[in-house]
DNA sequence: CTCTATGCAAATAATTTGCAAGCAC
DNA sequence: GTGCTTGCAAATTATTTGCATAGAG
């Protein structure tokens, strides 16, 4: 679990416990994104239980530190992969199966500026996700 | 309303009730993507009130037909948007006042068959939303 | 007349909030 | 010790399901 992760915990005010150890663990070792329920299964699994509803509130706060990405995927639960030390990147997800894949890629810089300067909004973020029939489900 | 959407309806062997058809007026009207809750209040407005569960029926009926797009913006609702007749398209949504803008453009035809080569699945759809600040909020 | 559509009640699923006790610093 | 954290219970919010009646074709 890299330094600068607990470094801006602590720059957040925010205090490094052992259920949030075990929970950040869990999640920089993770390939890809979780949701709260696969955490908290995750946690029960490896020892350090961790009732759900902290579960939520330590992904939010992650989020609000900018320590961790949401992810949308259209099955209706939010999903959370640590961004520190990782490249920005998006994802595709099988109709059939449901499996998650990364991409390593992102064509949003220059599109960036141009709906900037289109719609005068200050874009900070944005989301892009594929779906598709996987190998073994198509 | 574009006679197509009702001739798509018939095809998929469902009716045209009374009910329904004030529900696909105010979408195709709508400019925006719209949540359940949204339509049912615009309904009870119309005086044309439809239960909120129907609503949820209709607008997965819709979607399941393909005639409606589901976009799904992170504040944790699902909004519709009519799909036919209109051009393929995404959206960016202000982060203070939720305020969505339509963007004309969208970038992804030739990542799509990258993408169909670096990991194997048959794209079908994918999402790409915006998230900033409009002039008004920031 | 047949089969889909709808309303109402109730069930789920995901997530949030209130509050008292526990632990990090 | 002080204030962030956690667990437990309960509340919310979004969405779905069951069933009997109403309406479209």
Redesign the interface.
Known sequence: MPDTIIERLRAGGKKLTKARKALLEILVQSALPMTAAELHVRLRNAKKPMDLVTVYRNLAMLHQLGLVT?V?L?D?Q?RYEVRHGRAHHHH?Q??GCGKI?D?M?C?MKK??S???A??????????????????QC?
């Open positions: 949401a949308g259209h209706g939010i595709i099988c109709r894949v991409l890629l064509p599109l960036t141009l709906i900037e289109q719609t005068k909004f200050a874009v900070e973020s944005h989301t892009l996700e594929f779906f598709g029939w996987c190998p198509r």
